[in-house]
């Protein structure tokens, strides 16, 4: 009895493990007894920005120079994308020399182009700017000068990853009110560092 009971057991076995559900259009042998391999691929990276402006708010850090008058320069804007090309926010520059300090607040709109260069080589992604606002110069310490300022310039974001993170940029300063004897300035960022968030 024993021995027809373990044969029925092994039998019900043997036919669990052969039983298998059909699939229509679709051959049994290709169910049962071909090895899948299942899983799935990382997901993809986030697409480079290769043209127009950056698509997250940015906040550029830049040291440079000026020249007329001639100090050491610190800048940064705060960059708020409006649409694809453009973006707007504050900036501020504030240059100092032994004799001179100057200090420059503008609203900012930058004009972003289509990016030069391969995605997987060096590449960069180039722009206009324009601005208004003031500026206050002292010379000297004679005492300081403030008046209104306009400016327009180009800059330029290099490829650093999957984001534009350094950059350059220049301006041209335009003082109506002639401040300290000066009635225009060049602004020049040789290196910005360029935070997104």
Not at 51 to 77: E, I, N, Q, R, W
Not at 78 to 107: C, E, H, N
Not at 135 to 153: H, T
Request: hydrophobic share 40%.
């Amino acid at each position: 009895m024993s021995r027809h009971l373990s044969l029925l057991v092994l039998g019900v076995l043997g036919a669990c493990a052969s039983t298998g559900t059909s699939t229509p259009g679709v051959a049994r042998s290709t169910l049962i007894g071909s090895p899948t391999l299942s899983g799935s691929l990382p997901p993809a990276p986030a697409a480079l920005e290769q043209d127009g402006a950056p698509k997250d708010t940015t906040l550029p850090f830049g040291v440079g120079f000026t020249t007329g008058p001639s100090t050491f320069l610190l800048s940064t804007t705060l960059d708020f994308p409006l649409d694809k090309r453009i973006t707007v926010g504050p900036s501020l520059q504030y240059g100092f020399d032994d004799s001179v300090k100057l200090t420059a607040v503008t609203a900012q709109l930058k004009y972003y182009f289509d990016a030069i260069g391969e995605r997987d080589s060096f590449s960069f992604l180039p722009y206009a700017t324009a601005g208004f606002g003031f500026a206050n110069i002292d010379k000297e310490g004679r005492g300081a000068d403030s008046g209104a300022l306009v400016n327009i310039g180009a800059g330029v974001r290099y490829l650093t990853g999957d984001h534009y993170r350094i950059g350059s940029e220049a301006r041209i300063n335009y003082l109506p009110d002639d401040l300290g004897g000066e009635n225009s300035y060049l602004s020049f960022d040789v290196l910005q560092v360029v935070i997104s968030f």
